[in-house]
């Protein structure tokens, strides 16, 4: 089990409030690499204003790997859905995800997340559960044949209208069928939406789609800010041999640099049984 941070990179235009730690791209990994992290979650609106070789050197010179590459500040900072009410928008989208694919691939990282990236079914009206399908399969096989894999993410009802719990999300994706679409559970959401902590986590590990998870207190604080316990579900995803990141994606407060360390400082000792594995 690793740990990584997620920080936004230096194209977004404006602050992500869940994107960690403050500086240039290299001071923030740096301060990642100091804390502990094992890598770091990218969030990012356009790959292709970014100089992938000099953020490859950076990465390999801290020593950090990419643990997934973001769309929420897509959504966040673009305006970019991929069940947007305007279909020239949606195609929009659906291109940026396959540049996010192609700097997952020139990155080395294992997976692209769907979260609010993927906008609200109201949006397009009846059919935008067909046409949501469409378009991860599609994406999916673009995925797919560069080695990356897409991780859709179960969000409160506040968020979305589409695929709020564990459940719902394992549906989904046996409904899209594709071998590179596999889930992503953020703790954050988990404790809005479902009736355990931990029971999700232990399903989507037993049908063998659970690839990413993201870390936010109930508060969405770091990890000990609030009422979550980290402990148990930690202790669920080791014994079901969960070998992937723990991203913290979580509100930069009382500031970014303090969020990760609060969260590295509460989440180093709970991981270290399962280090290497
Ligand atoms: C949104 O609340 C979220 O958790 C993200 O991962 C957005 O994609
Ligand atoms: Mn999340």
Redesign the pocket.
Known sequence: MKLSLAIQTPEVPVPVP?ALLTGSLEDKLAKARDLGADGVELLTVNPKALEAPALRRALDGAGLEVAAI???AL?FAAGLTLLHSDPQVAAQAQERLRDLIDLAADLRAPLV?V???RGCVASVGTNGRALLAARLREAADYAAARGVRLAL?P?NRY?TDIVHTAAEGLAFVDEVGHSALGLLL?T??VNIEERSWTEPFRSLMAAGRLWHV?LGDNNRLHPGGGLIDFAAIVATLGEAGYRGYLSA?LLARPDPDTAATETMRAMRPLVAPYRGH
Do not use: I, K, P, R
């Open positions: 869940v973001g769309s929420g959504a997340t979260g609010s990236f993410e969000l968020e953020d954050y959401h993201h994606e």
